[in-house]
């Protein structure tokens, strides 16, 4: 940098809106992203900017708006399961690219199974400006209490019955239950088995309903149902039970891709075909359900999409926007050769 550069004033948000013949205020107002300004006037500026090299002091203009520019994405689960599990990092890079256009920061917080008051404490302590809650149990109550004091979006049906605004982005888990429990029945199969999902977090209840209601509707009564943990450890071992036991089945609905990937390979170290002996679907289409033996028929839900929808509904809701509580997310059927 030259004697003259450096004793060039440095540029400022008065110098910009003199030099594009408009308002501070609407200078402000392009470099915040506002929408609220006309072409020209937009175009002026920043050729303005380009010129003066200005460069917006962010840290400032958070402060004053007593903002932190960050957003946090909190997964109430151990590490471990959160790296086995495709569907979190598909919400992530979905959340991620959709911040990548704004001024917010992703942080993650995985929540201490040791501390877990340590996430709320952190969330609490004015370092960010909102949080993307997934994977949501019922126990999770100091997330409903944070619901008043900071803008949330949970991605899937929180189990909290007490908070007056709640923000979810989630499929109808019911429908895509009973549907892929259809297709079972649809085979003529008459003997249903349910590997369910927790029954402390909104999916695992809702997908239990939906597997009861098809099988109520087409007149049978589901022989087995029991629950795991949406990993293919839980559909591993549940399975192996259920031959143990001797329970009688010629469909499986498995709650998980992940379950559904553990309950076939108990399937096939029992010697029981797929699907010539036992039909079975699932919900997810990710790593899992594509590399079983054999592939799985599922309903194939977007948790990139659905990543993405929950950024920008937080964002719209830290600035003051009016958003729906419910955004409900389409679903794929996927036929594959499970069923």
Same mark, same amino acid.
């Given at each position: ?17 003199e ?24 175009? #002026?500026?920043?050729? @303005? ?5 200005? =460069?917006?002091?962010? +840290? &400032? $203009?958070? %402060? /004053? ?14 590490? #471990?399961?959160?790296? @086995? ?5 598909? =919400?992530?890079?979905? +959340? &991620? $690219?959709? %911040? /990548? ?19 709320t404490r ?8 909102? +949080? ?14 944070l ?10 049906r ?44 909104g ?9 009861q ?127």
């Open positions: 940098m030259s004697m003259e550069e450096a004793r060039k004033p440095q540029a400022t948000l008065e110098l910009v809106a030099r594009a013949g408009v308002s501070r205020a609407t200078v402000s107002r392009v470099v915040n992203g506002s929408d609220r300004v006309k072409a020209g006037a937009k175009k #002026a500026v920043e050729q @303005a900017i380009r010129e003066l090299n200005y =460069v917006p002091n962010r +840290a &400032a $203009r958070s %402060l /004053a708006q007593g903002r932190s520019n960050s957003i946090a994405l909190v997964v109430p689960e151990n590490t #471990a399961k959160f790296f @086995a599990d495709p569907y979190f990092a598909k =919400v992530v890079q979905g +959340a &991620a $690219r959709y %911040l /990548a256009g704004t001024e917010f920061m992703l942080t993650l917080l995985l929540s201490t199974e040791s501390d877990p008051a340590k996430t952190y969330l609490q302590g004015g370092n960010v400006d909102g +949080a993307l809650v997934l994977s949501h149990h019922a126990d999770d109550q100091s997330y409903a209490d619901g008043a004091l900071l803008p949330m979006v949970y991605g899937g929180t189990m909290s019955t007490d908070q007056n605004e709640i923000y979810v982005v989630d499929i109808d888990n019911i429908a895509a239950a009973r549907q892929a429990t259809e297709l079972i029945i649809d085979r003529g199969r008459s003997k249903l088995a349910m590997i369910a999902g927790p029954q402390d977090m999916a695992g209840l809702d997908r239990l309903i939906g597997f209601r098809a099988v109520h509707d087409a007149g049978l009564e589901p022989v087995a149902i029991e629950a795991g943990d949406f990993t293919p450890a839980s559909g591993h071992r549940i399975m192996q039970q259920m031959i143990k036991n001797n329970v009688e089945f010629d469909g499986l609905f498995a709650a998980s891709a992940q379950m559904g990937f553990g309950a076939l390979q108990a399937l096939a170290e029992a010697g029981i075909s797929v699907p010539e002996q036992v039909s079975v679907t699932t919900v997810d289409d990710d790593s899992f359900a594509r590399s079983s033996t054999p592939p799985l028929t599922t309903i194939a839900q977007f948790p990139e999409r659905q990543g993405e929808i929950m950024a920008e509904l937080l964002i719209k809701r830290i600035h003051g926007e009016q958003v729906p509580e419910w955004s409900i997310m389409d679903t794929k059927l996927v036929l594959r050769d499970s069923h």
